[in-house]
Nanobody
Framework: QVQLVESGGGSVQAGGSLRLSCAASVYTYSGRCMGWFRQAPGKEREGVAS????????YYVDSVKGRFTISLDKDKNAVYLEMSSLNAEDTGMYYCAASGAMPSVMCEDLTLSRYNVWGQGTQVTVSS
């Protein structure tokens, strides 16, 4: 059973930084998308960033470009999300997710339905 476990969430003031971690039991050497998604209260879940495990190509939603960085440690089977210059709009539950094997182009648009394994989420709260 593939599992994803997120950690690193917390409360931070606007302008601050956080680093989220996702420990994955899925084999990250294969070609799949690993993504971070978030869901604010009363809103739909949205894609934040994704990375293609085979060659590390990364993709971001426009609202986090230049502020967030997704990375992969294949030896540790872990995915990270470095978040900086946080603002109140970044508040929400953050989820790590993994897709099945697919080409890298499928990671680009952060489509939720392509991801079939999800973690339990970690809460990020940014106060202004």
């Amino acid at each position: 059973q593939v599992q994803l476990v997120e950690s690193g969430g917390g409360s931070v003031q606007a302008g601050g930084s956080l680093r989220l971690s996702c420990a994955a039991s899925v084999y990250t050497y294969s070609g799949r998308c690993m993504g971070w998604f978030r869901q604010a209260p009363g809103k739909e879940r949205e894609g934040v960033a994704s990375i293609y495990t085979r060659h590390g190509s990364t993709y971001y939603v426009d609202s986090v470009k230049g502020r967030f960085t997704i990375s992969l440690d294949k030896d540790k089977n872990a995915v990270y999300l470095e978040m900086s210059s946080l603002n109140a709009e970044d508040t929400g539950m953050y989820y790590c997710a993994a897709s099945g094997a697919m080409p890298s182009v499928m990671c680009e648009d952060l489509t939720l339905s392509r991801y079939n394994v999800w973690g339990q989420g970690t809460q990020v709260t940014v106060s202004s």
